[in-house]
């Protein structure tokens, strides 16, 4: 984290909230995220998950760009390593969805969460993502320390 660790309050709404077990984002589904069919899109699911990680360390003070512009001595990215998702149910054309997000733990350079997305109190989406950060040359970088007290769920 840095000296930039707040969020323009223009987006802050747009970025969801941090909760105590994490992060949670709302979304409605548009005409875009939707196939013929009327249901949303499997792969648009991807999205909805990947905005709810991203959102969340945005809003925990790790920016992306901070990463990519070496503010931590090198050039970190944040790769997804593994990820398994559970079809449920479908959503379909607006639709308020609700992303939660939350981290189950931290070890090296892993980080191990648990997403799911809801419409009201259906469970539509269930999924456990492995991610981790790795320079530039794509070698394995350790979870910096500060930030498991950021992304571990509050006791």
Do not use: C
Request: avoid cysteine.
């Amino acid at each position: 984290m840095s000296g930039n660790d707040t969020i323009d309050p223009g987006l802050a709404g747009l970025a969801g909230e941090l909760t105590d077990f994490g992060h949670r984002l709302k979304a409605l589904v548009y005409y875009a995220d939707t196939d013929f069919s009327g249901v949303v899109y499997h792969a648009r699911y991807l999205e909805f998950l990947e905005r709810g990680r991203s959102d969340f360390l945005r809003l925990a003070g790790v920016h992306h760009t901070e990463l990519a512009d070496g503010v931590h001595g090198e050039k970190l990215v944040w790769v997804v390593r593994r990820m398994e998702i559970d079809f449920r149910a479908p959503a379909r054309i607006d639709d308020v969805l609700t992303i939660d997000t939350r981290t189950e733990s931290v070890s090296g350079a892993r980080i191990f969460m648990v997403q799911q997305i809801r419409r009201g109190d259906d469970l539509l989406i269930e999924a456990r993502v492995e991610a981790a950060i790795i320079s530039e040359s794509g070698k394995p970088r350790r979870f910096p320390k500060e930030w498991a007290a950021v992304f571990l769920p509050k006791a």
